[in-house]
């Protein structure tokens, strides 16, 4: 049997979206594709360099007439493996007041999306998989008027359904965000868009922020969901031998960052950026920047590959006073890691 | 001194001194000896005659002592055993409350005291199935407020608390509750269509997180069969557990033989009024009723004669053919 001959450009980006994915993952995610029948795959040399394994693959989907499609679900799966290596922001949608119920059907919200874009953008391709508790991932490769869509710098949205917010990974063609947001607004059924000061690698701790659902631990008299008795590593009476200078001021610490912090694992950040525009303040009088009219601006940025955690540790590891700033406590609070600081 | 006075009245005591120490020598010797012999037997009689008397007196109070002590004792002890079944029966008391305390979840709205306020937990259940909890720690401040929350992100509660929290925080309970209950109540029914009547679905169920809009197509048996429905059930009423808006129709375009069509209906009908599993269940049940009518048809045809007329019995297992032609 000939196999139509597949188009060179999509053959490429088969090539090179396979070739992307790790060996220790390569079955799991032909897998989860489900494109490629397990016969077919028993047919292909694992042992072989991997340049061949993906060129035996690549002629599979050909004989399995794959389209621009099927190649959009595989680079779809690659990214929900590897999530992290996209930076996402956070958008919020608002519904006018008086709105109706919000009876989302998701057959509609995917036609109305793609509808929209191929409306304004002759060229563009989009693709959608469904995901888990009924939400979607949006795949959207941009054109132009005159030239195909790139399908190498493509953008995602994921959208749980009656929600507010929408996660994108950070596309460098900021010039269609406008669009998308458009997009997404309408056919969601929403009122208005607005970009969260919120972005971070970790996918799942930006849900977990703007979900609220980073705090599960509650007082019950089941005694079923968790409350772990949080202790910082500080084990006091180890031995009675040994007298801790400042034990009061440490059990403080330790009762105030719990207050604050809580026993339950921090939403992972990896940075807080803080925009100033304060007049300088000095204690000594005099001094060239004192007598400054203008604002000064200056940005302070703390980066930690896990910066709620290590803020967390600061206090009991004597490096800060306890209580610590409310810039910095306030981060998962109010779902912002970028601050504009100004003088009220 | 006196050393002085005796060498000044000289001559007989010349060797004056040292008689005079020899004297006081003597004196001293006598003295002792006077004050040990009778002070000796005396005293020590007295001394013995005192520590008797002593040592009696306490024996006796020893005895005293330990008397009262074993009387004490075999008293106490029916006191003690009082104390320790008191210290159960509170102990069982306890126990008491703390299970019902734990039995407030059935109740759908009971808390518990934290050290800022109160931790609420919302239990739902449905047809008599416990199930999911949520729960809201509430901060007792003026004004209120929600600490956290294992509330879902699609469940109106900015706007519940928006209306309700400070004003009536009883109601803003009971409508939150009302919420939460029929979302897992339709949840419910939905995650039973999937599982339960696999068989019956064509298709995937098209859900949402409110699980407030449902489409699914179906057929009436698991095995083949001509004509499936499909159904679109609305649920614009968030706090029930029924749809508001039903919509069954059928997938191909030819148009319903009638007794199609009266089925389509009557599910519509069943969708409206009974939960989505129960529905199912009935759809199940009126299969045979299908056969039976393709039956009555196909036996007109065949013979050219009819109608016919059947009749079941009470298990529905049987039929009784009845011909009013003369043939049979």
Sequence with gaps: MSAKEMDETLAEFFRRTILKIPMTEMMTILKTWNFLSENQLQTVNFRQRKESIVQDLVLLCEENHASLNDAAHLDIIYTQFHRHQKIWDVFQMSKAPGDDIDLFDMEQFKSSFKKILQRALKNVTVSFRDAEENSVWIRIAWGTQYKKPNQYKPAYVVYYSQTPYAFTSSSRLKSNLPLLGQALTVASKHHQIVKMDLRSRYLDSLKAIVFKQYNQSFETHNCTTSLQEGSLGLDINMDSRIIHENKVEKERVQRVTQEIFGDYPQPRLEFAQYKLETKFKSDLNGGILAEREEPLRCLVKFSSPHLLEALKSLAPAGIADAPLSPLLTCIPNKGKNYFKIRDK | ?328
């Design chain 2, 1 to 328: 001194m006196e050393l002085a006075n005796t060498l000044r009245q000289d001559g007989e005591s010349r060797g004056g001194v040292l008689a005079h120490l020899e004297r006081l020598e003597t004196q001293v010797s006598k003295s002792r000896k006077k004050l040990e012999e009778p002070q000796n037997a005396q005293a020590l009689e007295a001394r013995i005659h005192e520590l008797k008397r002593l040592r009696d007196k306490l024996r006796a109070e020893v005895k005293q002592r330990q008397a009262r002590v074993k009387a004490s004792t075999a008293n106490v002890e029916p006191d003690q055993i009082l104390e320790i079944s008191e210290q159960e029966i509170l102990e069982r008391k306890q126990e008491n409350m703390k299970a019902i305390l734990q039995a407030y979840r059935f109740t759908g709205i009971s808390g518990k005291l934290t050290s800022r306020g109160v931790c609420v937990c919302i239990s739902t259940a449905f047809e008599g199935n416990l199930l999911d909890s949520y729960f809201v720690d509430l901060v007792m401040e003026k004004p209120l407020w929600i600490h956290h929350h294992s509330v879902p992100v699609f469940i109106p509660l900015e706007e519940i608390s928006a209306k309700y929290l400070q004003t009536n925080t009883r109601h803003f309970l009971f409508v939150l509750w009302e919420y939460l209950n029929a979302y897992s109540g339709r949840k419910y029914q939905a995650d039973r269509l999937q599982s339960d009547f696999a068989a019956f679905l064509v298709g995937p169920l098209q859900r949402n997180s409110l699980c407030n809009l449902l489409s699914f197509t179906y057929k009436v048996k698991p095995e083949g069969q001509s004509f499936p429905f499909c159904a679109r059930l609305l649920y614009k009423d968030l706090t029930t557990t029924l749809p508001t808006d039903v919509t069954v129709t059928s997938q191909g375009t030819e148009a319903l033989p009638s007794t199609w069509e009266e089925q389509r209906a009557a599910h519509e009908n069943l969708f409206f009024t009974k939960p989505l599993h129960q529905v199912k269940g009935n759809i199940a049940l009126s299969a045979p009723m299908t056969k039976v009518m393709g039956f009555q048809k196909n036996l007109s045809r065949l013979s050219g004669q009819g109608p016919f007329h059947l009749t079941r019995t009470t298990d529905k297992q049987v039929f009784r053919v009845k011909s009013t032609a003369s043939r049979f």
